[in-house]
């Protein structure tokens, strides 16, 4: 995560979506914004989900976030196109966005 000026301010691996729910590549400001929230979809292979508790969430386009979640391991293609990121990324994150904040997706 990079300030304006280009600083870094937070570094963090991250899982994005599989293929068929990528993540897009763009930036998009964050509309909505929740401290825990439920998620619900299908991933487009055709498994469901509804996680009850996803903590630190900031969606920015259609549906899709930054946001944590519970994974043994980040780096990967694993999500329904959100941008994931272990606790303490995603709890730091959500303290520095706001509404508003623009988010960039990009390889």
């Known amino acids: ?9 937070l ?6 979506g599989v ?3 990528n993540t897009p590549n763009g930036t998009w ?3 909505a914004r929740f401290p825990s929230t439920r ?10 989900y509804n996680d009850p508790d996803v903590r630190f ?3 920015f386009w259609d549906g899709r976030a930054v946001h944590y979640f519970p994974r043994l391991a980040y780096g990967f293609r694993q999500s329904n196109g959100c941008v994931e990121l ?4 995603a709890q730091r994150a959500y ?3 706001h509404i508003g904040t623009p988010v960039t997706v990009m390889p």
């Not at 272990?86 to 990324?89: D, I, N, R, T, Y």
């Open 86 to 89: 272990p606790l303490k990324a």
């Open 39 to 48: 998620m619900t979809g299908c991933f487009p292979h055709g498994e469901c």
């Open 1 to 9: 995560m990079a300030t304006n000026s280009g600083k870094w301010i």
């Open 11 to 16: 570094h963090s691996l991250t899982n994005t």
């Open 19 to 21: 293929p068929g729910a």
């Open 29 to 31: 400001a964050v509309y």
């Open 95 to 97: 303290g520095m966005i």
């Open 57 to 59: 969430v900031n969606y």
